[in-house]
C-alpha cells in the first residue's frame, strides 16, 4: 500500500509531497553520518511525535541530529547544537 504524505518542512517554510509506503527515524550520534537507532514509523505525523519525546527526554550531547525518511528519501532533518 503507498501511503501519500503532504510534509511542512520546518525551517524551509516549503511543502513537499512525498510517496512512500514505510517512513524511518534515525538518531546520529556523531557528525559523520554514524547511525545509532533506527525505528520504523506508521506515518511522518508519528515520526514527528517520536522526536518530540525524544527532545522531552533528551540531554545535551546524547545526540547530533534526527531524520525522517521516506523510502530512502530525506524528507526531514533537525540538527542540535550543544
Known amino acids: 500500500m503507498i501511503i501519500k504524505v503532504t ?4 525551517g524551509l ?3 513537499w509531497s512525498v510517496s512512500a509506503n514505510h517512513h524511518t527515524l534515525t538518531l546520529h550520534m556523531n ?3 554514524g547511525s545509532s537507532g533506527t525505528l520504523r514509523c ?3 505525523r ?10 522531552y527526554r533528551r ?6 541530529f534526527v531524520e525522517i525518511k521516506a523510502g530512502s528519501r530525506i524528507i ?4 542540535y547544537r550543544d
Do not use: A, T, V
Not at 508519528?46 to 527532545?55: D, R, T, W, Y
Not at 540531554?59 to 547530533?64: E, F, L
Open 7 to 10: 510534509l511542512l518542512l520546518m
Open 13 to 15: 517554510g516549503g511543502m
Open 31 to 33: 557528525d559523520n553520518m
Open 42 to 44: 506508521n506515518s511522518s
Open 46 to 55: 508519528h515520526c514527528m511525535e517520536l522526536i518530540k519525546e525524544f527532545e
Open 59 to 64: 540531554s545535551p550531547g546524547d545526540c547530533n
Open 76 to 79: 526531514y532533518r533537525k540538527i
